[in-house]
């Protein structure tokens, strides 16, 4: 007799790194999985772990009401479904795109009968069916939609759900992916800084991280005083003091030849912030100099 199951099947529009690795747990919660990638062989050791291919993605998205799609961007996502009956459908995007691109393919989805929520993964493929390592999904966009599958959505990573406006996930995703490349630039001028000296870079590291993760809790301050709109409350290191200690930035750069290229922009702004604002701040200001 045919296994039953009361798990929520799920259609998976997407193979690559990501979509595999979202495939796979379902695959190991139980779910029943249907999937599609435009090519055909990346399908294979799914199929042989338990999952249905369909031969088109109209196919694949008619098998099951919740469709989740994990595409390349937003152009292989409207190239994917052009044409494909969305009707009475649950549309999971969580292919990367932008919060207006977001907001553009929900009023897309809801014109052809279907319901949309967006996703932004803050995760990667290690990371997904291994709870411990912290991954999640912001998710935003249609409230009914996430609730009805929360649980089966939650079987890859966690969820977060950020609000009805379908644009908000990528915001946030793009949001917190920014703060992280800022990171990654103020890490490569780090070892820049060290490259060239006998100090090794395997010894420096955890130095480096241990101050990353100390100076990490300071984004609360800068919450709280924008939230306030004092940017003194609080202050720990006044903007005055910081910017009179860029020239011993550059110059330790300029000493080690190196370039300030990553770090001139930022102390620019806090210049800037000086001349127009209050010495007495904490560098708060550099945001509204940048939401201007
Ligand atoms: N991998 C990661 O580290 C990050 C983690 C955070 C989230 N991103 C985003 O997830 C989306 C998918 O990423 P991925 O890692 O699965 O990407 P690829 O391995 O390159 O696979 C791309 C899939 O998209 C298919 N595809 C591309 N163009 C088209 C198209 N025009 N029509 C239909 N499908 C298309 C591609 O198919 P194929 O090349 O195998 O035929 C793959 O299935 C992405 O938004 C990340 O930003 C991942």
Redesign the pocket.
Known sequence: PEKTTEKTPVTL?????????LARAWLAAGHPLTVW???PA?AGALAAEGARTAAT?AEAVAANRLVVV????D??VE??LAGVDLTGRDLVN????TPEQARTRAAWARARGARYLDG??????PMVGVPEAGGYVFYSGDRELFERHREALAVPVGTTYVGEDAGFAALHDVALLSAMYGMFAGAAHAFALIRREDIDPVSFAPLLADWLVAMAPSVHRTADQLRSGDYTEGVVSHLAMQVAGTPTFLATAEGQGVSAELLSPYFALMRRRLAEGDGAEDLTGVVDLLAR
């Open positions: 529009l997407g193979l690559g790194a990501m979509g595999t690795a990638n435009r090519t990346r993605a994990c595409l390349l961007d152009a292989s190239e994917t969580l292919t990367t795109g932004g993964i803050m995760a990667v493929p």
